[in-house]
């Protein structure tokens, strides 16, 4: 609920004196007609609930997925906005059968596990289980050969008592440096209690990796951690995956800008999901919030002066596949130096305020924000400034240009753990939360569509190098064999 009172008026004052917004960025009359039509007619909570129970997972080069593709073309298209395809097509990937063992040499027991994306088509390998802690390259330098021929054992994030400051890599970081040390294989243990089993992908480039990797649930890894302090533990992985080529299609909904139509806002968010559960949270609420932000703009005949385009990503969990698709057919056609700004929206829920890579936007993104919060005081107007990497936003960073999206929300009714698992279904959404993630980021299109100057350029290879280098990218960049400068 809204509730204005002396102290928030004084608040909204202070921040229109502190964050004055530019003469030209008179957008609250706009902002209130967004803010308007979302809560009261928003279609995003209806229309994931409903591809959820008619497509299920939306797993990239699956019949599922192009059932999503074709499900969200028609449904733009319902809408009266112009809509293509961008078909691609890549390798993709798909698990088909597991056998896990872990015990003593010559009484293996069965393990519930995952296969993780891009293990190899086929797979058989004994071996003595060894503890490698976190996986990261600290735990490998004391003792280079102690896991060569072995399988790694290591812990998806930061183990409890790991020395202050340690930052932890994404699991196909981890995988990557378990192969450089000659390990046979990777068993990889979640961090989610009560046998939760995480999917993604363990390879940093999006190709085949050459051992298998497998993920195990957090009281079954712990245990086997404690057993091997007493004796030896071996493990016995087993399995067949699918690997080919797979076509798949971006789905691009744009409205052309009517002042700068040569300038362009992407706004995306990936469409496809893994195949364990329906992918309402991942990435089911930030990609039908997208499609609901374009709804907006249609139905209320907005006229951005910049081109838009809504942008629902396909293989992303695979590796980014559909966002580089889009890149290198831009960078193809000359027509990438025209996008000028790209939002990202990967699980994002009821955001707060907004994040963007480029600090220099803080005073025009927190101007904006108060108009916000003047219509609801519920947008706390944070702002963060930063960047990260394994999500689409990725490679139209890599080219710097400026990325963003929201910050400071939650995601819905405690869905984190659920996260790429088998519990990640429409029961975790919050409707007022999806709606909440509509109407201010389709303010913020709005925003940096129509103000006269983006006050940011995108960034010169140069730039990008030390900005990565800032932002400590470099290393985790280097793994995934995407580091393009020479030292």
């Known amino acids: 609920m809204k509730l204005i009172t002396p ?58 997925g192009s059932k999503a593709e074709t499900y969200v073309y028609n449904l733009l298209k319902s809408y009266g906005l112009s809509v293509r395809y961008q078909p691609f097509e890549v390798e993709g990937w798909s698990r088909i059968s597991i056998d896990v063992k872990i015990g ?57 008592g790991s020395p202050a400051g340690t930052r932890s890599l994404h699991r196909s970081e981890k995988t990557a440096i378990a192969t450089k040390y000659g390990a046979i294989g990777v068993v990889i243990i979640n961090t989610v209690p009560n046998d939760v089993l995480l999917t993604g992908t363990a390879s940093v480039t999006g190709k085949l990796i050459p051992i298998p990797a497998v993920c195990i649930g957090l009281e079954n890894g712990m245990r086997i951690k404690e057993q091997l302090k007493a004796e030896k533990q071996f493990a016995s992985l087993q399995m067949t995956n699918f690997s080919g080529m797979i076509k798949a299609r971006n789905v691009i909904a744009t409205i052309k800008g009517s002042e700068l139509p040569d300038e362009k806002i992407v706004v995306g968010g990936h469409l496809d999901s893994w195949d364990l559960a329906t992918g309402a949270i991942d990435n089911g609420i930030g990609s039908f919030a997208v499609i609901d932000m374009a709804r907006t703009f249609k139905k209320l005949n907005l006229k951005p002066k910049r081109t838009v385009e809504f942008v629902l ?97 939650r995601l819905p009714n405690n869905s984190g753990p659920y996260y790429h698992s088998n519990g990640d279904s429409f029961k975790l959404v919050d409707e007022q939360g999806l709606k909440n993630t509509v109407r201010y980021s389709a303010m913020l299109t709005y925003a940096l569509a129509n103000t006269s100057t983006i006050p940011v350029k995108p960034q010169t290879d140069e730039e990008v190098k030390l900005f990565l280098q800032q932002n400590n990218l470099e290393t985790p960049l280097k793994i995934a064999g995407e580091w393009r400068w020479k030292d």
């Open 7 to 64: 102290v928030s008026i004084a608040l909204l004052a202070a921040l229109s004196q502190v964050y004055p917004a530019q003469a030209q960025d008179n957008f609250a009359s706009d902002f209130g007609k967004i803010n308007s039509e979302v809560q009261s007619s928003s279609a995003a909570y209806g229309n994931l609930k409903n591809a959820t129970e008619t497509i299920g997972h939306r797993l990239t080069g699956s019949e599922n």
């Open 104 to 160: 003593l040499q010559n009484s293996l027991q069965p393990v519930n596990a995952v296969t993780l994306a891009h293990s190899p088509v086929k797979a058989d390998v004994k071996g003595e289980l060894v503890d490698m802690g976190n996986g990261l390259e600290a735990d490998y330098t004391a003792d280079p050969a102690r896991v060569k021929g072995k399988i790694a054992l290591i812990y998806l994030g930061v183990l409890p």
């Open 313 to 409: 990503f396909m293989g992303e969990e695979q590796g980014l596949l559909g966002s580089k698709a889009y890149v290198e057919d831009a960078e193809k056609s000359h027509s990438l130096s025209k996008v000028r700004f790209m939002l990202n929206y990967d699980m994002t829920n009821d955001p707060k305020g907004f994040s963007t890579s480029r600090k220099e936007m803080e005073p025009l993104f927190k101007s904006w924000g108060a108009d916000i919060v003047k219509l609801d005081t519920g947008f706390k107007n944070v702002f963060s400034a930063g960047a990260g990497l394994h999500s689409d936003h990725q490679p139209f960073m890599l080219q710097g240009i400026p990325t963003g999206g929201g910050t400071g929300g």
